[in-house]
C-alpha cells in the first residue's frame, strides 16, 4: 500500500466508511486527528528525548524498571532469535528500558525502537505503545495500522502493567522493524507480551506486599503454585490494600465496584482469620474460593513476611550499549557498571584486556553512553613510527589540525597505548596537563576537551610509560576477563549467533556436542577469535543446526612457523613481551622506526 492509499484509508475510516481495520485502530486513528491535530500526509521520524530527559523519566520509572528487567530478559531470550525488540516505556510512552540487537543500533534508532523514544499517541500517532495507553488494553498495531507512515514496516504488540493500586503505570511492547507476514501472526507475539506483563504485576505486588498477606488465585489448581492469574494484598484488619489488575477487574464485576479499601470479605467467603488455611499445607485442589457471583476460583495465601533490615535500593539499569557486552558474568558486569558511572565525567579511563577482549568495544560503548553525536576517533599507537605519529596526534603544521583536535569534546581512544614512543609521551603530557597543543604556527595554545581512554594488554604499572603521562591518563582502570575466564560463555555464543544470523531466513542454533567442543578450546584470540569461528560455522551449517563438522579448526599458532635464527629471537622477545614494541626496541637498542622496518622484512604482524 503506497502513502497515498494509506491516507485515503485513515479519510474513508475518519468519514465512517467501511475499512478492513480493527476498530480500536479506527479510534485510535480519530483521536490522532480530532484530538491530537496530526497529519497522515505530514509523517514525522521517530522522536528521541534529550539524555536528561530520558535520565528523568528513568528515574521516576526505576522501582518497576528493576523489577521488571528479570522478565523482560527472559522474554527477550525467548523471541531474540525472531529478530523482535523488547521495549518498556513508562505511562508517557518513553522507553526507559530496551533490548535490541546492538549490531542494528542505527536502524533501531531510526525506527524509534530505542531507549528514550517516545511512542505517547499524541507524539506518535497509532502505535502498540500509545494505543494501549489510550485504550488500557493489549493490542497489536501491525503495519498500515499505524497513522504516521514512517511506522507503517513496524509491526508492535504491547500490553499494559498496572501498578498496586490499579493504575496504569508501563507498558511492555514487543516489536519487528519488518514483518511480511499478515496480522495474524502476531498472536503469540500479543498473547506472550500480555502473559510477561502479567507475571511482573504479580512480581511488583509481591515485592511490595512483603509485610502483608497475599492472595494469589487461579481458576486452575494446577497452575496456581507455578502461574496464578492474580493477586491480593490484604492488610492486617482484613482489608484489600493493592491487586493486580486483572484481580481487581474480577472483583470490580461489570458494575466497576470498589475494591481497594474493602474488607476481602464482601467478595469471597472468608475473613482474614481465615487465610492460613489456604497456605501450601494443604493441596491446591481443596483451597476453593467463592466469589459473590458464585464463580469458583482456587487459592494461595502468604502470610506477612517478617520484619527485616532494609533492602538496598536496586541499581539501576545499565544503560542499552555497555548492556549489550556481557550475559550475565558477574565480573564484567561490575566493570560495566563503572564505566556507567564514569561515562559522563572528564575523568580519563585506561582499559586492560589481552587482544580481542573488546577493548575498543567497550571504549565505544562509554561514548554512546556520553554523547554518541560527538566526535570518537581512533589512534592505533603501535601501528605508525614516531615522526608520523607526532603529526597524526598534534597536527602537521600544513592545515591538519591533528586527532587530538579532531576528538575535541569528544573521545579520544588510544589503543596501545603502551607503544607510544617516550617522546611523544612527553608532549601528550603537556598536551593534556595545563600547556595545551601549541599550534605549529604560534598563537595561543589549545586546551584538550576530549575525554581521554587509554587501552593496553597489559596492567597500567606494567606499560612503562612516563610517570607524567601515566598518571594523567589513570584515572580510572577497567578490566575485561579473557574469554576463557568468563561465566557467560554461552550466553556470548548465542548473542554472537543471533547477530550474526539476524538478517537471515533461518534460526541457527549449536548442538550440544559442538556447544561442549567450542567450550573445552583454548581462546587465545578472544572474542574476535569466537566471533571469525561462529561466522564459519554459520556459513556452513545449511540446516539451521551448527553441529561438529560445521566448526573451523582451533587457531592454535600462527601460519609461520620457520624463521631464521636471529629472526626467531626477535619473534620470541615480541612475544614475551605481549609484543611491546617500544620495550623489545630498548632492549635491542634500536628505535622504534628500525624495529618496524625489522618486523616487517620478517613477516613479523601482532597477533
Known amino acids: 500500500m503506497s502513502a497515498t492509499d494509506h491516507i485515503r484509508e485513515i479519510e474513508a475510516a475518519l468519514s465512517c466508511a467501511p475499512v478492513a481495520r480493527d476498530a480500536f485502530v479506527v479510534e485510535s486513528w480519530r483521536r490522532c486527528v480530532e484530538q491530537h491535530g496530526l497529519d497522515p500526509a505530514r509523517p514525522s521520524p521517530a522522536y528521541i528525548v534529550p539524555e536528561t530527559q530520558l535520565r528523568a523519566h528513568q528515574e521516576r520509572a526505576q522501582r518497576l ?10 522474554l527477550f531470550r525467548q523471541v531474540a532469535g525472531q529478530n523482535y525488540v523488547l521495549m518498556l516505556t513508562d505511562a508517557q510512552g518513553v522507553t526507559v528500558d530496551f533490548f535490541g540487537d546492538a549490531n542494528f543500533e542505527e536502524d533501531l534508532r531510526a525506527s524509534g525502537l530505542f531507549l528514550g523514544a517516545d511512542w505517547s499517541e499524541a507524539q506518535s500517532g497509532t502505535s502498540g505503545v500509545g494505543t494501549c495507553l489510550a485504550t488500557g488494553t493489549a493490542v497489536t498495531v501491525h503495519q498500515q495500522d499505524h497513522f504516521d507512515p514512517h511506522h507503517i514496516p513496524l509491526s508492535c504488540s504491547a500490553a499494559p502493567i498496572h501498578d498496586l493500586d490499579g493504575s496504569l503505570a508501563a507498558v511492555l511492547d514487543v516489536s519487528l522493524l519488518r514483518s511480511p507476514q499478515p496480522k495474524s501472526t502476531q498472536a503469540l507475539a500479543l498473547h506472550m507480551v500480555t502473559s510477561a506483563a502479567r507475571r ?10 512483603r509485610n502483608n498477606w497475599v492472595l494469589r488465585f487461579s481458576a486452575r489448581p494446577e497452575f496456581l503454585e507455578v502461574d496464578p492469574e492474580a493477586a491480593l494484598g490484604i492488610d ?48 491446591s485442589e481443596e483451597r476453593r474460593l467463592f466469589l459473590a457471583s458464585g464463580r469458583c476460583v482456587y487459592a494461595h495465601a502468604i502470610a506477612p513476611q517478617p520484619a527485616t533490615r532494609p533492602r538496598p535500593v ?14 550475565g558474568d558477574s565480573a564484567v558486569a561490575k566493570t560495566l557498571r563503572v564505566a556507567a558511572n564514569l561515562a559522563q565525567t572528564d575523568l580519563p579511563i585506561w582499559i586492560t584486556g589481552a587482544s580481542g577482549t573488546g577493548k ?42 591533528g586527532l587530538i583536535r579532531a576528538a575535541q569534546y569528544g573521545v579520544l581512544f588510544l589503543d596501545q597505548i603502551d607503544e607510544l614512543p617516550r617522546n611523544i609521551q612527553s ?7 595545563d600547556d595545551g597543543i601549541r599550534p605549529a604556527h604560534g598563537g595561543a595554545p589549545i586546551a584538550v ?51 550474526i544470523t539476524l538478517a537471515m531466513p533461518l534460526s541457527y542454533r549449536l548442538s550440544e556436542a559442538a556447544r561442549e567442543a567450542l567450550r573445552a578450546r583454548i581462546w587465545s584470540g578472544n572474542i574476535r577469535e569466537l566471533k571469525n569461528t561462529l561466522q564459519v560455522a554459520v556459513a556452513m551449517a545449511q540446516e539451521g543446526i551448527i553441529d561438529l563438522d560445521h566448526l573451523p579448526a582451533p587457531v592454535v599458532a600462527p601460519a609461520r612457523t620457520c624463521l631464521p635464527t636471529a ?21 635491542r637498542g634500536v628505535d622504534r622506526s628500525t624495529l618496524h622496518r625489522q618486523m616487517k622484512r620478517a613477516g613479523l604482524r601482532r597477533p
Request: proline residues 7%; contains cysteine; charged residues 25%.
Open 65 to 74: 524498571t528493576s523489577i521488571a528487567r528479570s522478565g523482560v530478559a527472559e
Open 200 to 209: 511482573i504485576e504479580l512480581a511488583n505486588l509481591m515485592a511490595g506486599m
Open 236 to 283: 492486617d484488619s482484613g482489608r484489600i490494600i493493592a491487586g493486580t489488575h486483572h484481580a481487581l477487574a474480577l472483583l470490580a464485576g461489570a458494575e466497576g465496584a470498589p475494591v481497594l479499601g474493602c474488607p476481602v470479605g464482601d467478595f469471597f467467603s472468608l475473613e482474614v482469620e481465615d487465610l492460613p488455611a489456604y497456605s501450601r499445607a494443604s493441596p
Open 314 to 327: 536496586p541499581m539501576p539499569p545499565l544503560p542499552a550499549p555497555l548492556a549489550a557486552l556481557h550475559a
Open 360 to 401: 575498543e568495544r567497550l571504549a565505544r560503548a562509554i561514548h554512546k553512553v556520553r554523547d554518541e553525536t560527538a566526535p570518537f576517533v581512533v589512534l592505533q599507537c603501535a601501528d605508525f613510527p614516531e615522526r608520523e605519529l607526532d603529526d597524526i596526534l598534534f597536527g602537521d603544521g600544513r592545515g591538519q589540525g
Open 427 to 433: 608532549r601528550l603530557a603537556r598536551a593534556i596537563g
Open 449 to 499: 576537551r576530549a575525554k581521554i581512554i587509554s587501552a593496553s594488554v597489559v596492567p597500567i604499572a606494567q606499560s612503562g610509560l612516563r610517570p607524567d603521562l601515566l598518571y594523567r591518563l589513570s584515572g580510572a582502570a577497567l578490566a575485561l576477563p579473557a574469554l576463557g575466564e568468563r561465566s557467560d560463555f554461552d550466553g556470548l555464543v548465542d548473542r554472537l549467533i543471533r547477530r
Open 567 to 587: 629472526q626467531g629471537d626477535l619473534e620470541q622477545m615480541l612475544i614475551r613481551s605481549g609484543w611491546n614494541v617500544s620495550r623489545v626496541a630498548r632492549a
